[in-house]
């Protein structure tokens, strides 16, 4: 079956401009994650989505990071006024009940 | 004290020899525990769950230790693509999805 897919694996933008990262998980998992990882480093855990419950967004490092799950499917990761401190990869992952996390391919983002 | 954590190596070891990777964690409620292999520029993925009495597949061996809160990974006979970083992860509260990843242990096999 499908795995998580994430689009687009490659962003170059500008400082200043507004980005949209885009995650689609597999398909009848509830709980969709965001992570970030920067050059080197661990993964940085952003924000969470269970099912119909209020998303976690304890892990959001500024106001201009929001994220929004439609139909309890697709998410989308939304990155204003880049800056250059956001380059990374940013890493989607989904799971079931009590199944482990399975990862997207990540979107590189290079802020310029 | 960090939720997770992991010596970050590297560790650089021969073909064929045995090396292991402690993690230890903070939360004694802690339900669920895994690693995860990293290549590098590659997203993590899953080498194998973490189960009380211990697991094998293959050459890799996990063990959890409850007293003590930590997990290990003993990779034995070492392969030249072994070399990746090794992401200890937890889930520290049952019934939630909280998972904390610790940082990664480098290990480089080396022919």
């Known amino acids: 079956g499908a795995g998580v897919s994430q689009s687009p694996s490659n962003k170059v933008t500008e400082k200043g401009k507004d980005v949209e990262l885009r995650c689609d998980p597999i398909?009848?998992?509830?709980?969709l994650y965001w992570y970030r990882q920067s050059l080197g480093q661990g993964l940085e855990f952003l924000i969470y989505?269970?099912?119909?419950?209020?998303?976690?967004k304890s892990g959001l490092p500024s106001d201009r990071f929001s994220a929004e799950r439609t139909g309890g499917s697709v998410s989308t990761l939304t990155i204003q006024r880049t800056q250059q401190e956001d380059s990374a990869v940013y890493l989607c992952?989904?799971?079931?009940?009590?199944?482990?996390?399975?990862f997207g391919n990540g979107t590189r983002l290079t802020v310029t | 004290r960090k939720e997770v954590e992991q010596d970050p190596g590297p560790f650089n070891v021969p073909e064929g020899a045995t090396v292991a990777f402690n993690c230890t964690y903070s939360?004694?409620?802690?339900?669920?525990f895994f690693w995860y292999r990293q290549d590098c520029r590659k997203e993590p993925k899953l080498l194998m769950s973490?189960?009380?009495s211990g697991n094998e597949d293959g050459r890799f061996t996990a063990q959890l230790n409850r007293a003590s809160q930590y997990i290990s990974l003993l990779i034995r006979d070492s392969k030249l693509s072994d070399s990746a970083t090794y992401l200890c992860?937890?889930?520290?509260?049952?019934?939630?999805?909280?998972?904390?990843f610790g940082t990664g242990t480098r290990l480089k096999v080396l022919a």
């Open positions: 992952a989904s799971t079931g009940t009590f199944s482990p996390l399975h």
């Open positions: 939360n004694s409620a802690s339900q669920s």
């Open positions: 992860v937890v889930n520290p509260t049952s019934g939630t999805y909280k998972y904390i």
């Open positions: 989505f269970q099912g119909n419950s209020a998303p976690d």
């Open positions: 973490v189960y009380s």
């Open positions: 398909s009848g998992h509830t709980a």
